[in-house]
């Protein structure tokens, strides 16, 4: 844990606010708002979806999920 | 719903509910089956209250009572789980010492899954569930720890990769709140 999930599927109709940059990332501590968004946006069971896409990605040797 | 408020059920020896699930949700919804009351907390609590971090196993903090040990012994068992061991060794987890506050790092036929007596400041089931909220995945409403008390949990517990993601729940607390 502790990486930001990637940002395919970002929405691109969300305005940064005043304190972020232009990518939508807040200066003070580099975290993704328009991501954050994004993710808010979607339902629970969206967000898990998310989740699992992206760790379904990984080979599972390499996290030890095929340890017997 | 899965979620128990209380304990008062008698204990029950089920038959292991397979599931046709895999991934997080499929351990989910094998607690669920099995009646085992629990909150997840961590990172797959942090996605489900929107927040975009990446995890791989999913945390839960469960009702230390005798009925529920049983009743979650029987979903690990549905589970195939067994502690991550660096050695390969097949152990298995034993109904006492998941009634004790622990942590069991455990991997499963859906994963990795991580059975924790307390989290945080040394915080069980029942003072996590003031600061739950259920979400409904597919037909089941699930108790997940709400950003509040992921927030304050991962303070208390200070490692490094709590505080990493502190600023990811931060902002995202407040951009849920606004």
Sequence with gaps: MGTNIGDSGKPQDTPATASESDDGVDGDNGVDVSLIRWMLSLTSDERLDVLQTFVDGVPGDSIGRTQR | ?178
């Design chain 2, 1 to 178: 719903m899965c979620f128990r408020l209380s304990s008062t059920a008698s204990p029950e020896i089920r038959l292991a509910v397979p599931s046709a699930s895999t991934g997080f949700r499929g351990a989910i919804e094998c607690l669920c089956a099995h009646d085992v009351a629990f909150i997840v907390v961590g990172g797959v609590a942090a996605v489900l209250n929107g927040a975009p971090i990446s995890t791989f196993d999913l945390d839960i903090v469960h009702e230390r009572t005798p009925e529920n040990v049983t009743r979650l012994m029987v979903a690990l068992a549905a589970l195939d789980a067994r502690y991550r061991d660096p050695a390969g060794r097949v152990l298995r987890p034993r109904a006492d010492a998941i009634a004790g506050d622990g942590h069991h790092l455990l991997l499963t036929n859906c994963g990795p899954l991580d059975v924790l007596g307390r989290i945080g400041d040394g915080e069980g089931f029942e003072a996590l569930q003031v600061e739950t909220r259920l979400h409904r995945l597919g037909e089941r409403d699930v108790p997940v720890l709400n950003l509040s008390g992921l927030i304050r949990t991962k303070k208390a517990a200070g490692r490094a990769k709590d505080l990493a993601v502190l600023p990811i729940l931060m902002r995202t607390l407040a951009e849920s709140n606004g």
